[in-house]
């Protein structure tokens, strides 16, 4: 509840953080509220982020949303390739070791490769490449704090530039850089594979 507006106190609009305590109610009025427009499937997806997200961080905010809500709109037959796990280590004055399991979804086959490398996002990388097959050349890689916090989320960008001259941009947030980095790479790819299906 409300008892003074806004602007009675010099702010611009209403700032409610979530938690690990709110409703489906309340995450689908504060999207409403933030433009999106959501229906009951993809608000049952968003809102299992949500938990899992909530259950990492204390409090939710806007930012935190509009990550949540990156892929949320993705349409599964879109998906050629989905991540199902990964495992990553680095110690010190050692490779990087990465393992990942990705789903190819025409198939539902299910696909593992192990790979080391000069870091984890590279060790990760080159097990995408092994499952997934090369689909050009990596041309960026820039990635953004949502806030500032150490248990805030990360927005990975990226693009592959193909041998045609086309680029494909990706982008995925995750609590976790590595994740971020592998879902961000999944999702350009499967742009690519997608162009490249309908040239076909």
């Known amino acids: 509840y409300e008892i003074l507006t806004p ?4 702010l611009d609009q209403t700032s409610i953080i979530l938690g690990k305590h709110s409703g489906r109610a309340a995450l689908k009025h504060h999207l409403e509220k ?10 049952d997806e968003v809102f ?7 259950d990492q961080k204390k409090e939710i905010t806007d930012a935190d949303l509009d990550v949540l809500m ?3 709109h993705e ?11 990964y495992q990553v280590r680095m110690k010190e004055n050692d ?7 990705i789903k190819d979804q025409k198939t539902n086959a299910i696909k593992l490769a192990q790979k080391r490398g000069t870091g984890m996002v590279d060790a990760a990388y080159q097990c995408i490449e092994d499952i997934c097959g090369n689909h050009g050349k990596l041309k960026n890689y820039h ?6 916090g150490l248990d805030d989320q990360a927005i990975v960008r990226l693009s592959l530039a193909q041998k045609n001259g086309t680029v494909f941009s990706g982008k995925a947030g995750d609590t976790d850089i590595v994740k971020a980095s592998i879902l961000a790479y999944l999702e350009v ?3 690519a594979e997608n162009a490249r299906q309908l040239t076909n």
């Open 75 to 85: 349409k599964a037959d879109e998906m050629f390739w989905v991540l199902v796990d």
């Open 95 to 101: 490779t990087a070791y990465a393992k990942l399991t």
């Open 189 to 191: 790819i499967n742009k």
């Open 143 to 148: 990635m953004d704090a949502v806030n500032t």
């Open 34 to 43: 933030m433009g999106y427009q959501v229906d009951a499937e993809e608000l």
């Open 7 to 10: 602007e009675s106190v010099g």
């Open 48 to 54: 299992k982020r949500f938990k899992k997200l909530a």
């Open 70 to 72: 990156l892929q949320t």
